[in-house]
Each structure stands twice: as structure tokens, then as C-alpha cells.
């Protein structure tokens, strides 16, 4: 992973890239922001970050995303983030390569099904 300041420039090469995530790694990571390659081979849990905001983007694959809707047996595992067994009321989007979703802080979202895999970057906006 690479740490930078907010205004600092970052240039990571498609074979670093494509190491990341095949590993499911960090990108990078500053005050405002944490980039991650991810990769999923199946559904995961629901979940809700309260003051963070997701914007993915898919590079190969698809999925089926839940947005919206209710966080069924939400826990707290970490300050601010919610997991849990579903969503109640979302709206199902199935999502493949070159889709982007923004999920707002506070929108439950939840890999719902993954029929083979899925790569996706994820820039995680914080607040400062």
C-alpha cells in the first residue's frame, strides 16, 4: 500500500494492479480517502459504514448489489460499521465490468450473489 497526503500525486502501474487484486490489497491510503483492490468469489455480508462513503468501481465480473432498503441483523464490528445477515427493501442492481456505484455513508449495501467473481476498486471517502 501506498501512503500520501491529500495533494500528493499517485500513479499505480496496471501490473501492480493486477497484483492487487488477485490479493485483495490496499491501494492507498490518506486522511479523506482509502483505495482497495477487491475480489470476490461469493456473497458477503451486508453492511452500513456510518460516515463513510463507497464509490466502486467494477474492472471484471459481476455480482448482484442490494442498495437501500434495511440492515437485518446489524451488529457493530468496528466505530461506525454495521454488518449483517441481509437488506430488507433494497433494490437489487446486477453489476458488471465497467459499472460505478456511489453508496452514500449511512446506505446499507450487500453483495447479495456472486455467480463466478468479481473485481471491483473501491475508494472509500472519510470525513475529515
Known amino acids: 500500500s501506498q501512503d500520501t497526503n491529500n495533494s500528493a500525486p499517485l500513479f499505480v502501474g496496471h501490473d501492480e494492479m493486477s497484483k492487487k487484486f488477485e490479493n485483495g490489497d490496499l491501494v492507498a491510503e490518506a486522511s479523506a480517502y482509502r483505495i ?11 453492511e452500513v459504514h456510518e460516515t463513510a462513503t463507497d464509490i466502486f468501481y467494477v474492472s471484471d465480473g459481476q455480482a448482484t448489489v442490494v442498495l437501500g432498503g434495511e440492515l437485518v441483523g446489524g451488529e457493530m464490528t468496528r466505530p461506525h460499521e454495521y454488518r449483517g445477515e441481509a437488506i430488507r427493501n433494497g433494490q437489487a442492481h446486477e453489476i458488471s465490468e465497467g459499472d460505478v456505484l456511489v453508496i ?5 449495501h450487500w ?3 456472486v455467480p463466478n467473481e468479481v473485481s471491483y476498486l473501491v475508494v472509500k471517502v472519510i470525513p475529515e
Not at 104 to 108: F, L, R, S, V
Request: charged share 15%.
Open 36 to 46: 482497495t483492490a477487491s475480489h470476490r468469489d461469493k456473497a458477503g455480508q451486508a
Open 104 to 108: 452514500p455513508a449511512g446506505t446499507p
Open 111 to 113: 453483495f447479495q450473489a
